[in-house]
């Protein structure tokens, strides 16, 4: 069964930087489409980024565009988001999710991970 750990969440202050990683430990990343959901307290889960399996399409939430960054890291097979200039509205649990079976993330057919908090101070 496939297992997803996230990683990295903590306390930042506005303006700091983060980065979060993904691991789908015993499998490689090359073989998911992944991508990054988060939940602030009392909200529905919203999208954040992904990444298709091959590379080729990266997509972004409006709210994290310019400020946020998907990437994956092959040697260390691990996916990462790299938030700078973090605002108090990025406080959520984010949660990463991959989908072995498309190129495309499918959020409804994805395995997720059980979430890192990631808080932001003004």
């Known amino acids: 069964q496939v297992q997803v750990e996230e990683s990295g969440g903590g306390l930042a202050q506005a303006g700091d930087s983060l980065r979060l990683s993904c691991r789908v430990p015993?499998?490689?990343?090359?073989?998911?489409?992944m991508g990054w959901f988060r939940q602030p307290l009392g909200k529905e889960r919203e999208f954040v980024a992904s990444?298709?399996?091959?590379?080729?399409?990266?997509n972004y939430a409006d709210s994290v565009k310019g400020r946020f960054t998907i990437s994956r890291d092959y040697a260390q097979n691990t996916m990462y988001l790299q938030m700078n200039s973090v605002i108090p509205e990025d406080t959520a649990v984010y949660y990463c999710?991959?989908?072995?079976?498309?190129?495309?993330?499918?959020?409804?057919?994805?395995?997720w991970g059980q979430g890192t908090q990631v808080t932001v101070s003004s």
């Open positions: 990444i298709s399996r091959t590379g080729g399409y990266i």
């Open positions: 015993g499998r490689t990343v090359r073989s998911y489409a």
């Open positions: 999710a991959v989908d072995g079976g498309s190129n495309i993330l499918r959020p409804g057919r994805a395995t």
